[in-house]
C-alpha cells in the first residue's frame, strides 16, 4: 500500500517527465541580454518595498534578506502595493557609457523601424516617446545595473530555468512553462515598447490524456496583443518548428513574448470602430474598381489600419543562443503549483512599481497572480487561455461525435413524429375555419379557428425548417465522425482569424538614406512649421499645408515612388475638382440625371410595346425555346 | 482533302496589341487644340480661349516661356499617346495634373470655368483607368501603383 507521500512524489516524477518530453527549445536573438533563470538567485539581489507612490514608499525588507518563505509572508497595508526592487542605483551616465563599451558586448542591429511606417505612425512614435517624460517610467541605466545583477547570479548559479505545471482537466494535460528574467529590456536595448524589472513568459503544451499514452495536440504561447484561439497552433502546424519533437519558439528580443515562426512582428494599434469603416472602404473601393473603372486600390482598411500602426517591432530572429534539447544549453525544471510559498502566498510585483498609469514600466506580478492581486486566466484556467476548454481532445472526439449523433437523431425523431401530428391537424382546421367564415354570426369563432390555422402553420413551417437544419447536420456529423475516425482532424489553422506572422524579410530592408530620413523627418517637419509660422513667412495653415506638401515630396523621392505621389495627387485634386463640380452644378446634374432617367424608361417601354406586338403576331422560335425554362422560374420564386 | 492555311494565332507568350482606345483619340485631340491655343497665344494669334486659363501670364517673358515649354509639351504628348509610348502618358498625366491645379486656383480665386475643370477631371479618370493602363503600361497595371 502506497503512502500518500509516496503517490505525490510519483505524480511530480510523472508530471517532471512530461515536462521534460515536450519542453521547447527557445532560441534567442543575438545581443540578448537575460535568459530565464530562478526566482531564488533574483531574490537575493532584490530588496522589497511597499508603498502608494514613488515618493511615499519604504523599504521592509533589505537587499540580501530576502528569501522565497519570506517573500510568502509579505502583505501590503490596504490602499498600498507591495513590490520588489532589483535595481537599487541605476548607472550613472558615464558608467553605462563605459558598460556600453564594453569587450565581450553583443551588438544589435536592427533596420530603421521608422522606415516601415508612415507619418502618422512616425507621429505616434513621437508621441509616445514625449509620454514617457510625464509618465512613471523604469529609470535610465536600469538595464546595465540589471545586466551586471544578472551575471553575477548566474556567476552563482548557471542553471537556466523554466518553472513547470501540469494540469489535468476534461481529457486534456496542459503542460505550463514558465520562464522568468531580471528584466524586460525591450525599450532601453531594443527600441521597444517598455521596460519593467522582471518579466515572466510562459509557453503552454497541451496533450491529449488517451488511454494509449498522452499525445501532443496544442501549443500556445504569450505574445502581445492576442487571446484565445489565436494564441495557439496545432502540432501539426506546417508553420510550427520542431526538433526530436520539442517545439521551437522564438523569443523576441528583450520583451521575451513567444512566438513561433522566425522573423521580425510589428505591433498595430487596433482602431477603435474599423470593423464600420471596413465596410464603407470595401464600398467606396468597389465604386473606383467597377464603377469608374479605375485600378484596384487593394484593401483599403488594412492599408489604414498600417498606415496607423504603432512602429514597435518585436524581434524574433533566433539568431543567438538557443535553450533546450539538441542544443549547448539545457533546461532544469523546477515544479511549482499551488502549494509552492512563494508562487501562492506572494500577490506583490516582481518588480520595480514606477505607478506609471499606463501600466506598460509597471513590473509583472508572479506566476499565479496579476497586478491587480486576482488569479491569472492562465493560471486557474490554462484551458481556457488558449481557447482549448471548447475543443474536444482527438482521443474522445469520436465518442463525443456519437453521442452528438444520436442526440440529434432523437431530436429529428421528435420533429418527424411533431411534423406529422401537425399535419394532420390542420387540414381539418382549414376546412373547419372554411365553414365558419360561411355564417356571418360565427365570426367571432372564425376568426379565433384562423387564427389557430395561422399559428399551426407557422409551427409546421418552422418545425420544417429545424428538420432540414438537424438533417443537414447529421450528414455532416457523421461524414466528420469518419473523417475523424480515419485520423483527419481537419485543417490545422482552421481556428486562426488573425494569424501573428512576422513581416516578410523584402518589406523590412531599406537602404540607409531611407532609414535616416525616417529618423529625422518628424522631427524636421516640425521645424519646418515652427519656422515658417515664427517667422511670418506663411500663415499657420499654409505653413502645415507646405511642410505636409514637402515631407510628401520628400518621402516618396527617398522611396523612389515620385510618380506614384504625382499619380495620386492628381486624382486627389480630380476628386476635389469633379465634388466643386457636383456642387456647383447640382441643380443641373439632377436636371440632366432626370431627363437621361426618362429617356431610358420611356425607350425601354417602347421596345417593349414592339417586342410584345410582334410577340402577339407570331411568336418567335427563341420565345418558343425558352419557354420550358419558366418552370426553373417558379421554382426560383 | 482539307487545307490548312497559315495561323493567325499569335505564338504562346507574345502580347496581344491591345487596340488604341477611342477615348485616346479624343484626348490627342484636345492635346493637340490646347498646344496650338497655347503657341499662338504668345505671338497673339487665334481666340484666346484655346490657351485656358495661362491666358494672362502671356505678357511675361517667364509667362511666354510657360506657355510655349506647355504648348510644346502637349503636342509632343498628343504624338506620343497616338505611337502608345509610355512616358507621353506620364506627360499627359502631368499636363492634366497641371491643369487641374490652375483651374483649382482659378475657382478658389472666383474666376471658375466649369467646362474646363469637368473636361480635366474627365481626362484623369479616363487616363487613369485600366484600360488606357494596359495600352500603356500592359495587362500587369491593373493594381493602383505603377
Redesign the interface.
Known amino acids: 500500500m502506497t503512502t500518500a507521500i509516496e503517490e505525490a512524489v510519483s505524480v511530480s516524477a510523472t508530471d517532471l517527465q512530461l515536462l521534460r518530453a515536450y519542453e521547447p527549445i527557445v532560441r534567442y536573438n543575438h545581443g540578448e541580454l537575460f535568459f530565464p533563470t530562478n526566482v531564488e538567485g533574483y531574490l537575493r539581489e532584490c530588496d522589497l518595498l511597499v508603498g502608494s507612490s514613488e515618493r511615499d514608499r519604504e523599504v521592509i525588507v533589505p537587499v540580501g534578506e530576502l528569501t522565497p518563505d519570506r517573500l510568502a509572508t509579505a502583505v501590503a497595508r490596504p490602499g498600498e502595493t507591495l513590490y520588489l526592487r532589483l535595481v537599487q542605483r541605476p548607472m550613472a551616465p558615464l558608467e553605462l557609457a563605459r558598460w556600453r563599451n564594453r569587450p565581450d558586448r553583443q551588438v544589435f542591429r536592427a533596420p530603421g523601424r521608422l522606415a516601415r511606417v508612415g507619418l502618422f505612425a512616425r507621429l505616434v512614435d513621437a508621441a509616445f516617446s514625449t509620454s514617457l517624460l510625464l509618465r512613471g517610467t523604469v529609470p535610465g541605466g536600469t538595464a546595465g545595473a540589471a545586466q551586471v545583477k544578472y551575471a553575477r547570479a548566474r556567476e552563482g548559479d548557471p542553471r537556466l530555468v523554466y518553472y513547470g505545471r501540469v494540469v489535468r482537466e476534461n481529457g486534456w494535460i496542459a503542460l505550463q512553462y514558465l520562464y522568468f528574467y531580471f528584466m524586460n529590456d525591450y525599450r532601453s536595448t531594443f527600441h521597444g515598447a517598455n521596460d519593467h524589472e522582471a518579466d515572466w513568459e510562459q509557453v503552454f503544451v497541451y496533450l491529449d490524456d488517451a488511454p494509449a499514452g498522452p499525445r501532443p495536440v496544442w501549443i500556445a504561447a504569450a505574445a502581445h496583443d492576442f487571446v484565445g484561439d489565436e494564441l495557439r497552433r496545432r502540432w501539426d502546424d506546417p508553420t510550427l518548428e520542431k526538433v526530436d519533437g520539442h517545439p521551437v519558439v522564438y523569443a523576441g528580443a528583450g520583451s521575451h513574448a513567444s512566438y513561433f515562426e522566425r522573423g521580425e512582428y510589428v505591433t498595430e494599434i487596433p482602431l477603435p470602430g474599423m470593423r464600420g469603416v471596413r465596410g464603407l472602404l470595401e464600398a467606396l473601393r468597389a465604386f473606383w474598381r467597377e464603377s469608374?473603372?479605375?485600378?484596384?486600390?487593394?484593401d483599403l482598411a488594412a492599408s489604414l489600419s498600417a498606415a496607423l500602426s504603432v512602429p514597435f517591432v518585436d524581434y524574433a530572429r533566433g539568431d543567438g543562443t538557443s535553450v533546450g534539447p539538441g542544443t549547448d544549453a539545457h533546461w532544469s525544471p523546477v515544479l511549482i503549483d499551488d502549494d509552492t510559498p512563494w508562487v501562492d502566498g506572494y500577490r506583490g510585483l516582481f518588480g520595480l512599481d514606477t505607478y506609471d498609469r499606463f501600466g506598460g514600466e509597471r513590473a509583472p506580478a508572479g506566476p499565479k497572480y496579476g497586478r491587480t492581486g486576482s488569479v491569472r486566466m492562465s493560471w486557474n484556467d490554462p484551458l481556457g487561455f488558449a481557447g482549448v476548454d471548447k475543443v474536444a481532445p482527438p482521443s474522445r472526439q469520436p465518442e463525443e461525435l456519437r453521442g452528438r449523433i444520436a442526440d440529434r437523431e432523437a431530436r429529428l425523431r421528435e420533429l418527424e413524429d411533431a411534423i406529422a401530428r401537425r399535419s394532420a391537424e390542420l387540414p381539418g382546421l382549414d376546412l373547419e375555419a372554411r365553414s365558419l367564415a360561411a355564417d356571418g354570426a360565427m365570426t367571432t369563432l372564425h376568426k379565433a379557428r384562423a387564427a389557430e390555422l395561422a399559428t399551426g402553420t407557422a409551427e409546421l413551417e418552422a418545425q420544417r425548417r429545424e428538420r432540414a437544419g438537424v438533417a443537414d447536420a447529421l450528414v455532416a456529423l457523421r461524414r466528420e465522425l469518419g473523417r475523424v475516425e480515419a485520423g483527419d482532424l481537419g485543417d490545422p489553422r482552421g481556428h486562426l482569424t488573425h494569424p501573428h506572422r512576422p513581416v516578410p524579410e523584402a518589406d523590412v530592408r531599406y537602404g540607409r538614406l531611407v532609414e535616416f530620413w525616417s529618423a529625422l523627418s518628424v522631427g524636421l517637419l516640425l521645424l519646418a512649421i515652427v519656422a515658417l509660422v515664427s517667422l511670418r513667412l506663411a500663415p499657420w495653415w499654409a505653413a502645415l499645408g507646405l511642410a505636409l506638401a514637402g515631407y510628401a515630396v520628400l518621402e516618396a523621392a527617398f522611396r523612389r515612388r515620385l510618380?506614384?505621389l504625382?499619380?495620386r495627387?492628381?486624382?486627389v485634386?480630380?476628386m476635389?475638382?469633379?465634388a466643386?463640380?457636383v456642387w456647383?452644378?447640382l441643380f443641373i446634374i439632377v436636371i440632366a440625371a432626370v431627363a437621361g432617367l426618362a429617356l431610358v424608361v420611356v425607350l425601354d417601354n417602347v421596345r417593349e410595346l414592339r417586342w410584345g406586338s410582334s410577340e402577339s403576331s407570331a411568336p418567335s422560335p427563341a420565345a418558343t425555346a425558352i419557354a420550358p425554362g419558366s418552370e426553373a422560374g417558379d421554382l426560383d420564386r | 482533302m482539307t487545307e490548312v492555311g497559315p495561323t493567325t494565332q499569335p505564338p504562346v507568350g507574345a502580347r496581344a496589341e491591345v487596340p488604341l482606345p477611342l477615348g485616346l483619340w479624343v484626348v490627342a485631340v484636345l492635346l493637340v487644340v490646347g498646344g496650338i491655343g497655347f503657341l499662338m497665344a504668345v505671338f497673339d494669334l487665334g481666340p484666346p480661349f484655346l490657351a485656358g486659363g495661362l491666358v494672362g501670364i502671356k505678357d511675361s517673358q517667364t509667362g511666354q516661356a510657360v506657355l510655349v515649354i506647355t504648348g510644346v509639351a502637349m503636342l509632343l504628348a498628343a504624338v506620343g499617346l497616338l505611337l502608345r509610348v509610355q512616358s507621353a502618358w506620364?506627360l499627359t498625366?502631368?499636363i492634366?495634373?497641371l491643369g487641374?491645379?490652375v483651374?483649382?486656383i482659378a475657382?478658389f480665386t472666383g474666376d471658375?470655368n466649369?467646362l474646363r475643370?469637368?473636361i480635366?477631371?474627365l481626362m484623369?479618370?479616363y487616363l487613369?483607368?485600366?484600360?488606357v493602363?494596359e495600352v500603356f503600361l500592359g495587362p500587369g497595371?491593373?493594381?493602383?501603383?505603377?
Not at chain 1, 292 to 298: E, I, Y
Request: net charge positive; hydrophobic share 50%.
Open positions: 469608374l473603372r479605375q485600378p484596384d486600390p487593394g510618380t506614384l504625382t499619380l495627387v492628381e486624382l485634386l480630380a476635389v475638382s469633379a466643386i463640380l456647383e452644378g | 506620364g498625366m502631368l492634366v495634373g487641374l491645379v483651374n483649382l475657382y471658375p466649369f475643370m469637368a480635366f477631371v484623369a479618370f487613369n483607368g485600366r484600360p493602363r497595371a491593373r493594381r493602383f501603383g505603377i
